[in-house]
């Protein structure tokens, strides 16, 4: 699955949410692609509870930026 396209339909999810609480949700630039093995459902379950709690722990008027990455540690084989 692809996780970038992944984060970004949560971020689309949970936009409405965020704005009743009087949070601005933004989904940054990143990792245009990042393709991904395993469980789809349990990542979004994952970032959706990450996103909801960073929502509810953020003051009205604050900001929640969601941003995928690359550590280059992670994509070297050989730095293991």
Do not use: Q
């Not at 349990?42 to 995928?68: E, K, Q």
């Amino acid at each position: 699955f692809s996780l970038d396209e992944t984060l970004a339909d949560c971020a689309r999810a949970l936009r409405a949410v965020a704005a009743e609480r009087g949070v601005a949700l933004a989904f940054g630039p990143g990792v245009e692609e990042a393709p991904m093995h395993g469980d789809a459902m349990l990542v979004r379950r994952l970032a959706l509870n990450l996103l909801d709690n960073a929502i509810g722990h953020t003051p009205r008027g604050g900001r929640v930026t969601l941003r995928l990455a690359a550590d280059e540690l992670a994509l070297d084989p050989s730095a293991r």
